[in-house]
């Protein structure tokens, strides 16, 4: 079937094309990438079933809205790095988005087709043109304005600051971007495994930002090596924008949350992606527990969650445990990632709420006394509030848990800038239409306002922050068509 | 020493700041003090001027290294560079002080932490245990720069392990030195030459305690009766010390508290030791097996 002459009877006949991927029982003990990505024949086929709505709401569902209907038509017409550049026109990072955005409440929540059939794959068909491009075009750097002779300073190097600067210097202005960490993209590198986003793919993304011209900084820790007044005031920046992630673990404040084996999630990936930690003692000198042989569990139900179970079974863990309170239907977790657990056996123990840790003499974890749970009303979230069944309490034995219920705020910005207004819960106040702090020239968005959040929906703030960074500093209306 | 190859690259004379995300950072000058304890000056410009007393920075000697948490011992915001004092332990504070002037390592980052409070207390005693010297040198001075009549203690194993004795000299108005061995100058623990000091009826207002866990939870025991204010340095397991990873959470006063962001000085009297210490034992063997490199595991296929 050939593009131009298909009718929508014909485009609906053809099935979702399912993503390819390593069989379960061999990826469980590798960190390789999990999807093998469509193949051309594969792409183009999806790509047909889009009917190409005349008015696509799949756009609206985007929050960075992609031009979806005109990028799967250059799809289904064969021209991928077409596709490719539709899709960069609106999205700096269209191979990590393809892979990390929650899809289905998205997108493909919004697609027509998927209101009797399976939606339209546009997460897999983003993933493979901008595979596609990074493995056979030739680096096509967007244009570049003219310099207007006004530098932005960027906090944070993961989506929110990279979508942000990549706005910002196809405008000409100068931008650094600082990152606290020895590497690049924020939690694209320290929390996400390399088995579902592999680190290669982050690099070279931003390395095509550095090819436009983005200076980026690593080892600063704004607040301490400087601070956001020195900035304005001592290095000449004109706007700020502060994209520093919501990074500080919550714990559960249950009995023996410090005994040696329980750790926050953000250790436990940080160890393993950022200092690759699967690779030691030969090509990395961090370590991380000995999972060989062991039980884990891992107390949560998102997507960190599912990295943190996933991990710690290709580490060797003999069984590997999912503790959420709730039941699957309430899990934050995509749907891909909780099926993609299942497959390589990782055990959910659904609605059982871990009351205590209990360790040895030495202070190590022996295990988890647990109660189980059912569902009752509703809570505040519109999720049903589960409540413990009396008399029902059991204990696991465990080696390591892995706490993984959620992130504040780090408290650094607010302690040396006092005067960016937080909320109570220590997430940055912003104006939501331009993401303006109550700071002047100072802009924020990502998890550090909206707590923890997406990837997408980060990159979405920064883009917002961009155009009312450029407005400002250029004193004009915003043009949102030359965006 | 070890076999070990320190990563080499021209650093041009001036350096924007911004050229590149890849930096390196120069030692200016390394130098025994003692056996297996080296004082070492590395660029750090923007550290430099900020950093202050009680402060760390976290450093990697290499891009497949650890990130390791080392006290700021001194600084010199005009050559912009930071001192540290470092005593050859694990894997990389070994490559670390293998390392001469003119090489390089990978990352420094900081300052990080939470300053020493510091204020005019009266008379404050400052005690180091073997290199813990180093880290209460630099609050020393600015509990000398505060006005208050400054005491130290500081204790070794034997003669040669004693560092910074000099300095301490210049800073204190009072100078003790002890050794377990008694090959100089008190024979005996800094807990004894303390108890000796309260003893002889001396009013002693804060007492900064700073060495192996063993030594400071004995400080605190010695201080708890009489009241007196008594502040710890930790040194817990960290990996990013920015306050994201949580592996640096100790128990204060029964409170989960973050070592690396509202520490790493705490109220020695509030300071659970014990949980301190078991943490800190979790990757014993791990550690024994990247010093000595004996390990074959590679049973993670990472064939990429």
């Known amino acids: 079937m050939d593009a131009q002459h298909i009718t929508n009877k014909e485009r609906l006949a053809i099935p979702r094309q399912p993503m390819p991927a390593q069989d379960p029982e061999v990826r469980n003990k590798n960190f390789r990438e999990v999807n093998l990505g469509y193949t051309p024949e594969l792409a183009r086929q999806e790509a047909l079933r889009c009917i190409q709505c005349k008015d696509p709401i799949c756009i609206q569902g985007c929050p960075v809205n992609i031009k979806i209907d005109e990028f799967i038509k250059l799809v289904a017409e064969g021209d991928f790095l077409g596709a490719a550049r539709k899709v960069k026109e609106d999205n700096v990072l269209p191979a990590v988005c393809g892979r990390v955005c929650p899809q289905e409440d998205q997108c493909e929540k919004a697609c027509v087709i998927g209101k009797k059939h399976a939606p339209v794959a546009i997460g897999n068909l983003e993933r493979f043109v901008a595979d596609w491009e990074r493995e056979h075009g ?6 570049i304005k003219a310099a207007t002779g006004k530098k932005v300073a960027v906090i944070g190097s993961g989506p929110a600051g990279l979508s942000c600067a990549n706005d910002l210097i196809r405008q000409g202005h100068r931008v650094v971007v600082f990152e606290a960490l020895h590497e690049l993209g924020g939690v694209l590198m320290y929390g996400v495994p390399e088995f579902r986003l592999p680190k290669e793919i982050v690099k ?8 436009m011209g983005v200076e980026f900084q690593t080892d600063v820790v704004v607040g301490r090596s400087v601070t956001i007044d020195e900035l304005i005031e001592e290095e000449g920046f004109d706007a700020v924008f502060i994209g520093v992630g919501a990074g500080l673990p919550w714990f559960m404040g249950i009995p023996g949350e410090n005994l040696v084996g329980v750790l926050a999630a953000n250790e436990f990936l940080t160890r393993v992606n950022l200092m690759k930690a699967y690779d030691f003692p030969a090509g990395s000198d961090t370590p991380v527990f000995d999972c060989r042989g062991k039980n884990v569990a891992v107390f949560g139900g998102g997507n960190t969650a599912m990295d943190a179970v996933r991990t710690a079974k290709r580490l060797g863990a003999e069984h590997a445990y999912i503790v959420y309170r709730r039941s699957e239907a309430e899990m934050p977790a995509r749907v891909e990632e909780i099926h993609h657990a299942k497959e390589e056996g990782i055990e959910f123990l659904l609605l059982m709420n871990p009351l205590e840790f209990l360790g040895n003499d030495r202070h190590w974890l022996t295990g988890v006394k647990c109660i189980k749970m059912e569902l009752g009303e509703p809570d505040e979230s519109g999720r049903r509030r589960p409540v413990p069944v009396e008399g029902s309490e059991f204990i696991l034995p465990l080696d390591m848990a892995v706490i993984s219920i959620g992130n504040g705020s780090n408290p650094l910005i607010k302690q040396t800038t006092p005067d960016i207004e937080v909320s109570k819960r220590d997430t940055i106040i912003v104006d939501i239409n331009t993401m303006a702090t109550s700071k002047e020239n100072v802009y924020a968005g990502g998890d550090i306002v909206t707590g923890g959040a997406t990837v997408i929906l980060a990159m979405g703030a920064g883009r917002t922050a961009a155009k009312a960074i450029h407005d400002k500093l250029m004193g004009t209306a915003v043009n949102h068509n030359e965006w | 020493m070890l076999a070990f190859a320190p990563r080499q690259k021209k650093v041009p004379d ?6 590149t995300d890849e930096p390196m950072y120069r030692i200016v000058s390394s130098i025994f003090l003692a056996e297996n304890i080296k004082k070492l000056e590395i660029e750090a410009p923007r550290i430099a001027k900020k950093r202050k007393a009680g402060q760390f920075i976290m450093l990697r000697v290499t891009s497949h290294g650890e990130r390791v948490p080392l006290t700021i011992a001194g600084s010199d915001p005009e050559k912009g560079t930071i001192t540290l004092i470092v005593q050859g332990m694990g894997k990389s504070t070994r490559e670390l002080n293998a390392l001469e002037a003119g090489n390089s390592i990978a990352d420094v980052v900081g300052p990080l932490g939470t300053p020493s409070h510091i204020e005019n207390f009266g008379t404050a005693v400052s005690i180091g245990g073997g290199v813990g010297t ?14 208050n009549h400054v005491i130290t203690i500081n204790g070794a194993r034997s003669k040669e392990l004693v560092i910074l004795e000099k300095e301490m000299n210049e800073v204190s108005d009072e100078a003790y030195i002890t050794t377990d061995d008694g090959s100089y100058g008190f024979h005996g623990f800094v807990t004894q030459k303390l108890q000796e000091l309260i003893d002889s009826g001396r009013k002693i207002d804060y007492v900064l305690a700073i060495g192996p866990i063993p030594m400071m939870k004995a400080i ?12 710890v340095s930790l040194n817990p397991i960290m990996v990013d010390g920015t306050g994201m990873c949580g592996g640096c959470r100790v128990t204060v006063k029964d409170e989960i508290k973050f070592a690396c962001v509202d520490g790493p000085e705490f109220d020695a009297h509030e300071v659970d030791f014990t949980n301190l210490a078991d943490r800190n034992r979790i990757y014993l063997s791990e550690e024994k097996e990247s010093a000595e490199g004996t390990s074959h595991r590679c049973h993670l296929h990472m064939d990429k």
């Open chain 1, 138 to 143: 030739e680096p096509d750097l967007p244009a």
């Open chain 2, 14 to 19: 001036s350096i924007n700041p911004y050229e």
């Open chain 1, 204 to 211: 070279t993304e931003i390395e095509g930002l550095k090819k």
């Open chain 2, 134 to 147: 180093a880290i209460a040198y630099p609050t020393a001075v600015a509990l000398k720069e505060a006005g």
């Open chain 2, 220 to 231: 605190a025991e010695v201080t708890r009766p009489y009241g007196i204010k008594t502040v």
